[in-house]
T-cell receptor
Framework: DGGITQSPKYLFRKEGQNVTLSCEQN?????MYWYRQDPGQGLRLIYY???????QKGDIAEGYSVSREKKESFPLTVTSAQKNPTAFYLC?????????????FGAGTRLSVL | AQTVTQSQPEMSVQEAETVTLSCTYD???????LFWYKQPPSRQMILVIR??????QNATENRFSVNFQKAAKSFSLKISDSQLGDAAMYFC??????????????FGTGTRLQVTL
């Protein structure tokens, strides 16, 4: 089955700890995205990548880091600098060409602070 | 920067009835794409319908249709013959068609739709 897999489904972070959220896709998409969802605020873009070994900051990148070493994978690290990490995190991917470039989403990871 | 506004935090509709969800956006661009995504309780985002700004004809997907008013920068979603499975959060989203931009989406804050018997 083609799709986007996010893991884990639930994650808990201790004070001062870095945690990494996994996102893998087998859709052969060039672009991948990370969004944060808070109640009443919709989805906000954290980072995105259009090609391997390249990525750009989104609207709320502070306290987060990413890597794109493989086309299929785009892990997100929530660092200790992110003071309010509790949220629902969604990963998405899309093709990159003219047209709709529809984004397909994973099932998300719920991050909570212990 | 583009912004997307959904002014209805919650809506309710009876089963089999029709409901319209509102969305307005602000942009200085002439070519762009608009989307409605559905997020059911599972929280998986699902594309409902899409519209290209250059196409005047309103998009339709089965029971879902849009009313796209480019001059008014309005993109409402109409759900006909509502079903219990339509209960979800609905997000309106905008994407620039400008060459060289990534396919970044700007989302509204969402409308929670309840479907009652």
């Amino acid at each position: 089955d083609g799709g986007i897999t996010q893991s884990p489904k639930y994650l808990f972070r201790k004070e001062g700890q870095n945690v990494t959220l996994s996102c893998e896709q087998n859709l052969n998409h060039d672009a991948m995205y990370w969004y944060r969802q808070d109640p009443g605020q919709g989805l906000r873009l954290i980072y995105y990548s259009q090609i391997v070994n390249d990525f750009q900051k989104g609207d709320i990148a502070e306290g987060y880091s990413v890597s794109r070493e493989k086309k299929e994978s785009f892990p997100l690290t929530v660092t200790s600098a992110q003071k309010n990490p509790t949220a629902f995190y969604l990963c998405a991917s899309s093709i990159v060409r003219t047209g709709f470039n529809i984004q397909y989403f994973g099932a998300g990871t719920r991050l909570s602070v212990l | 920067a583009q912004t997307v506004t959904q002014s209805q935090p919650e809506m309710s509709v009876q089963e089999a009835e029709t409901v319209t969800l509102s969305c307005t956006y602000d942009t200085s661009e002439s070519d762009y794409y608009l989307f409605w995504y559905k997020q059911p309780p599972s929280r998986q985002m699902i594309l409902v319908i899409r519209q290209e700004a250059y196409k005047q004809q309103n998009a339709t997907e089965n029971r879902f249709s849009v009313n796209f008013q480019k001059a008014a920068k309005s993109f409402s979603l109409k759900i006909s013959d509502s079903q219990l499975g339509d209960a979800a959060m609905y997000f309106c989203a905008y994407r620039s068609a400008r060459t060289g931009t990534a396919s970044k989406l700007t989302f509204g804050t969402g409308t929670r739709l309840q479907v009652t018997l």
